[in-house]
Each structure stands twice: as structure tokens, then as C-alpha cells.
Nanobody
């Protein structure tokens, strides 16, 4: 089992930026897809972005395309989520997750494809 620890959340004004980090330990990091999910209060958890094992392929939810960037550094066992032009509707708890495979088709980028989760980090965007 891998342990995932997120950091970088906080309170920011609309239009601002935050960079989330997720440090992995305990299991091979580089051979698996990684993703960021988020869950707003009263809503279901949704995928935000995902990245394949090498960093060469990415996926973004339509709501964050052009504003968020996912990246990974396999030498540091870390995945990042750079969030720019933040909006109040981006307010949520953000979770890092590790997949069971190296990559997935868009239809398979869902919670059940990811078997390890961090504890989450709160992102609050004020208007």
C-alpha cells in the first residue's frame, strides 16, 4: 500500500493561484497513473485531472481545462496540481489518488480505478 500526503491547500481570492503537492511513499510511484479528485460540500467526489505513469499523457475535467495543470516528478515521488484563475466554485477538499494501472481511457478515469487515497487538503476560494 502507498501512503499519499497532500499539501498546499488554503484560502485564496478569486483569480488567484495555488499549487497542491502529493508526496507518495511505501510503494512504487512511477509505474502508476495519478489523479486529483475534489469533493465540494454536499456534492459527489469528481475527478479534476489525471496523469499517466510517465507524465506524457494527461486528462482534465472540462471545468478546469486551461486553468489547472497536473504534473509529476517521479524522482521525488510527487504529483502536483497547479491551479490558476481560481473561482469560488473550485472550493472543495482536494484528494490525491494512485491508480492500479499505468494509464486509463477517459471512460475509466473514475474513483474505482484508483486504490490509494490521501487524506485531502481544503481549498477555499473567496469571491
Amino acid at each position: 500500500q502507498v501512503q499519499l500526503v497532500e499539501s498546499g491547500g488554503g484560502l485564496v481570492q478569486a483569480g488567484g493561484s495555488l499549487r497542491l503537492s502529493c508526496l507518495a511513499s511505501g510503494r512504487t510511484f512511477s509505474g502508476r497513473a495519478m489523479a486529483w479528485f475534489r469533493q465540494a460540500s454536499g456534492k459527489e467526489r469528481e475527478i479534476v485531472a489525471a496523469i499517466n505513469w510517465s507524465g506524457g499523457d494527461t486528462y482534465y475535467a472540462d471545468s478546469v481545462k486551461g486553468r489547472f495543470t497536473i504534473s509529476r516528478d517521479n524522482a521525488k515521488n510527487t504529483v502536483y496540481l497547479q491551479m490558476n484563475s481560481l473561482k469560488p466554485e473550485d472550493t472543495a477538499v482536494y484528494y490525491c489518488a494512485q491508480g492500479r494501472a499505468t494509464w486509463y481511457s477517459a471512460t475509466d478515469l473514475r474513483e474505482s480505478s484508483f486504490d490509494s487515497w490521501g487524506q485531502g487538503t481544503q481549498v477555499t476560494v473567496s469571491s
